[in-house]
Every structure is written in C-alpha cells, then in structure tokens.
C-alpha cells in the first residue's frame, strides 16, 4: 500500500466515523488457504451491511456444502460499514472472507485495491457477460485486476403512500401517480408545495436522500470522470441544491433522522408521503413500516417514475480480502452468491435489484406481485427503471462529501436553522476542512 493510499484510508476511516453510530466487528479467518476447496471442513466469515436478502442463501449453501460452515455479520449501514472496513484496512487485520462493499466508497477502495484479491485468478473473467457491462467495469482497477463479484444495482422508483396521497385530494393507483409525477424534479417539488398546502404535513422524508439522488443522475456528481473534485464551482449541482432548499424552506420536508424515522413510526402515522426508492430501499421501508408497528394496510406503495429521468443509487459487490485464509472457498461463496438464480431469491427476500442480465429478465417476465407494497410488481417497475441506468463515477471521497459533508448542512437546513445560502455554505466549508 503507497503512502498516499495509506494517508486516504486512515483520513477516511477517521472522517467516516464522526457519523457512525456502532460498529460490528468480524473476525477473519484461519487456517490453510486451500481449505474448502475439497470436503475439509471450513469457516468462512462473511461482512454485509444495511438488508442483503442472505438468511436463507447462507442455509441453503450450508445444506449443498456440508463442509462450510457460514459466520454472518450485518452492519446496520454502508456508512458504518465503509467505517469498519476501512478501520480494518489501516490495522492491517480483522477483515472478514467475503466482505460487501458498497458502491459510494469503491472508489475508496480502489486507492488500496491490492488489499483485496484479483478474481480473475477464481475464474470471474468466464462469468463477465453476466452482468450489465458497467457493473463488471465498476469493480475492475487501474491494473485490470477485478476485485468483486457484482450483488445488486439501485435503479430508482418513487414509494408513496396511498392514503396519504387520497387524504389530500390527489391519485393514489400506481398508473396515475407515474402521470402525475412524470417529468422534472421542479415538478415533483410542485407536487409536493400542493400537497403540503392541502394537507400542513411534508412531502418527504428528509432533505439528505433527496439530495442523493439528485445528485447520482448529473453525469458527473462530486467528481468529474478524471477523479477531480467538482462541487464549489458546479453550477448545475448548485442550481439543484437551490431547487431542493426551496422546497426545504416551504415545509416539504419532514427532517427525519437517516435511518431512524423515528423508530419507524413516521412511516406510519403519515408524517411524510413520499420515499425516493432505489431497489435495495424496498425492503428498509418495509422494515421501517413493520417496526413502527404497521404493515401492508399501512398503504405503501411503488410507483414506475421518477422525477429527472432514469437514475442509479448504490449497488454492492462482494470482494474477498488478500488477508483471508480461505480465498478459494470464500470465492467459491462469493460466486454463488451472485450466480442469476440466486440473485432473484436476493431480490424476493430484500426487494433489491439484481446486476445479472438474466436475474433482470427474470423479474420482468414473471411481474411477481409484491404483497406488502400494494400488489405492485417492483421488480417489473424496477426493470423498467433501469433502463438507460448508468453507474456515475464515485471519486474516492465520494460518500464522505455525501454524508459529512453535504449531510450535516441539509440537516441544518432541515431543522430551519439556516436557509438555503447558508446551508451551501456551510456544506462548503466541510469539504474544505474535511477533503480539501
């Protein structure tokens, strides 16, 4: 690891944790590298983050693999998990055999990409034209070594809440939501300004998310495609955030904690009526819903729309430390993991969307009927969200400007303690103490 790699990683992990709320630990592996590659017995540790759909995988692999046994650890978000993970590297230990990398801090990762294996060397080259072209490119570095298997892409749909949406006089079938919806992200904010004057209640959940997706669909967000920085001076990111704080400032937004929503609760007693809704979102609302005590009747429901146009927020990868002692069984896992047919059980179990062409097929042929979010059939929606999808190129600090940066400002501007101005400002002024 060069010097200047070393420096990232340990500013990263520092900067990271200023946000992190608890860290899971995971305990790397021991033993001959080779193990698990026959019928010796093998340990393998695998790191995941925020709702990854792998319970059942993991029995299932366990059941045709009797010789594996599976130590799963799931960090509660991608941020706690970029913390953990990059902690990890600078120790130099403590790195699980499979860990999940999300794709906000990839390019984070790719400064130390020698820390994870080449997987060329387990074959992943014959499995290339499985994944939409982009995916496959994301996970390769500057030397074409390739150091994950591609999980789930995040194509983007708007959730919404019916009832919600029928309290305040306006549509609520899914058709007549995407009509009402379709077009530019001045127009949703119109939406929004008419719903919250006929109803005193926000349009959504907070600033932060908002300001997320926004951003993921300029052709060049934080960085520019060379690995610059491009935020001061970016019009069109600046005129965005304006759009976004005006409609802040008129009472749109509910200001909830990220991930917490008060427990849940706030997606049930109609504290907000609308959730930008990547893939692998579909199941943290269902999860929020069922722990602030709701369930299907609570009205959610997702909507093939979104304002701006075809967007991608996230996805993942699993990658397999260089520090693991079982590389070939942990690819072996790996590979699994991310074969089409289980990726399409990875989607029914999270709600996330696969990277694999054929799982993406497959969910749109067969339009199954998501029970909890109204019948709809999301991964239908989703695949026809995708369309046009394109991972924007995350520069190395990518997810720090995101969620130090950009975060704390829009909080501020949230909670009405600044306006607009002052919330770039502010905003401005963290990335010039924090990146630089």
Same mark, same amino acid.
């Given at each position: /690891?060069?010097?200047?790699?070393?420096?990232? +990683?340990?500013?990263?992990?520092?900067?990271?944790?200023?946000?992190?709320?608890?860290? %899971?630990?995971?305990?790397?592996?021991?033993?001959?590298?080779?193990?698990?590659?026959? =019928?010796?017995?093998?340990?393998?540790?695998?790191?995941?983050?925020?709702?990854?759909?792998?319970?059942?995988?993991?029995?299932?692999?366990?059941?045709?693999?009797?010789?594996?046994?599976?130590?799963?650890?799931?960090?509660?978000?991608?941020?706690?998990?970029?913390?953990?993970?990059?902690? &990890? +590297?600078?120790?130099?230990?403590?790195?699980?055999?499979?860990?999940?990398?999300?794709?906000?801090?990839?390019?984070?990762? /790719?400064?130390?990409?020698?820390?994870?294996?080449?997987?060329?060397?387990?074959?992943?080259?014959?499995?290339?034209?499985?994944?939409?072209?982009?995916?496959?490119?994301?996970?390769?570095?500057?030397?074409?070594?390739?150091?994950?298997?591609?999980?789930?892409?995040?194509?983007?749909?708007?959730?919404?809440?019916?009832? %919600?949406?029928?309290?305040?006089?306006?549509?609520?079938?899914?058709?007549?939501?995407?009509?009402?919806?379709?077009?530019?992200?001045?127009?949703?904010?119109?939406?929004?300004?008419?719903?919250?004057? &006929?109803?005193?209640?926000?349009?959504? =959940?907070?600033?932060?998310?908002?300001?997320?997706? /926004?951003?993921?669909?300029?052709?060049?967000?934080?960085?520019?495609?060379?690995?610059?920085?491009?935020?001061?001076?970016?019009?069109?990111?600046?005129?965005?955030?304006?759009?976004?704080?005006?409609?802040?400032?008129?009472?749109?937004?509910?200001?909830?904690?990220?991930?917490?929503?008060?427990?849940?609760?706030?997606?049930?007693?109609?504290?907000?009526? *609308?959730?930008?809704?990547?893939?692998?979102?579909?199941?943290?609302?269902?999860?929020?819903?069922?722990?602030?005590?709701?369930?299907?009747?609570?009205?959610?429901?997702?909507?093939?729309?979104?304002?701006?146009?075809?967007?991608?927020?996230?996805?993942?990868?699993?990658?397999?430390?260089?520090?693991?002692?079982?590389?070939?069984?942990?690819? !072996?896992?790996?590979?699994?993991? *991310?074969?089409?047919?289980?990726?399409?059980?990875?989607?029914?179990?999270?709600?996330?969307?696969?990277?694999?062409?054929?799982?993406?097929?497959?969910?749109?042929?067969?339009?199954?009927?998501?029970?909890?979010?109204?019948?709809?059939?999301?991964?239908?929606?989703?695949?026809?969200?995708? &369309?046009?999808?394109?991972?924007?190129?995350?520069?190395?600090?990518?997810?720090?400007?995101?969620?130090?940066?950009?975060?704390?400002?829009?909080?501020?501007?949230?909670?009405? !303690?600044? =306006?607009?101005?002052?919330?770039?400002?502010?905003?401005?002024?963290?990335?010039? =103490?924090?990146?630089?």
């Amino acid at each position: /690891m060069n010097t200047r790699a070393r420096h990232r +990683i340990l500013v990263t992990a520092a900067v990271a944790s200023v946000s992190a709320l608890a860290l %899971a630990g995971c305990a790397g592996g021991t033993g001959d590298a080779t193990e698990g590659s026959g =019928d010796e017995d093998v340990t393998l540790t695998v790191t995941t983050f925020g709702t990854f759909g792998y319970e059942d995988l993991y029995k299932e692999y366990e059941k045709e693999h009797p010789n594996v046994t599976i130590e799963a650890t799931n960090i509660d978000t991608g941020g706690n998990a970029r913390t953990d993970a990059f902690t &990890k +590297i600078a120790a130099g230990s403590g790195l699980s055999d499979i860990v999940a990398i999300e794709e906000g801090w990839l390019g984070a990762i /790719m400064d130390v990409s020698d820390t994870f294996a080449d997987l060329r060397d387990y074959g992943i080259e014959d499995r290339k034209a499985d994944w939409v072209d982009w995916k496959y490119g994301q996970a390769t570095d500057a030397e074409g070594r390739v150091i994950g298997y591609g999980t789930d892409i995040g194509p983007s749909g708007i959730c919404y809440n019916g009832a %919600a949406f029928e309290a305040a006089g306006l549509p609520s079938d899914r058709e007549s939501v995407a009509e009402l919806l379709n077009g530019d992200w001045e127009n949703y904010f119109k939406v929004g300004a008419d719903y919250t004057a &006929k109803t005193g209640k926000a349009w959504y =959940d907070h600033s932060g998310f908002v300001w997320n997706a /926004m951003v993921n669909q300029l052709d060049e967000g934080y960085y520019t495609t060379d690995g610059e920085l491009n935020v001061e001076d970016n019009a069109e990111l600046k005129e965005r955030f304006e759009l976004l704080g005006a409609a802040t400032e008129g009472g749109q937004s509910a200001a909830q904690t990220a991930w917490d929503w008060n427990g849940g609760k706030s997606f049930v007693d109609g504290t907000f009526a *609308t959730f930008v809704c990547p893939g692998w979102m579909l199941g943290v609302v269902q999860g929020q819903v069922e722990a602030g005590g709701g369930d299907a009747s609570t009205g959610w429901d997702f909507a093939d729309v979104f304002p701006g146009g075809a967007a991608n927020w996230g996805g993942a990868f699993l990658s397999i430390p260089e520090s693991s002692q079982h590389k070939k069984a942990a690819a !072996e896992l790996a590979d699994w993991l *991310t074969q089409p047919e289980q990726q399409v059980k990875q989607s029914a179990a999270a709600g996330n969307f696969p990277s694999t062409i054929k799982a993406q097929e497959t969910l749109a042929e067969e339009a199954t009927p998501n029970a909890f979010f109204n019948d709809a059939p999301t991964g239908a929606i989703l695949a026809e969200r995708a &369309k046009g999808v394109v991972a924007q190129f995350k520069g190395a600090d990518d997810s720090v400007i995101q969620e130090n940066v950009f975060g704390p400002a829009l909080s501020s501007l949230d909670r009405g !303690e600044t =306006d607009t101005q002052g919330a770039w400002d502010q905003a401005v002024g963290l990335l010039n =103490d924090l990146v630089g």
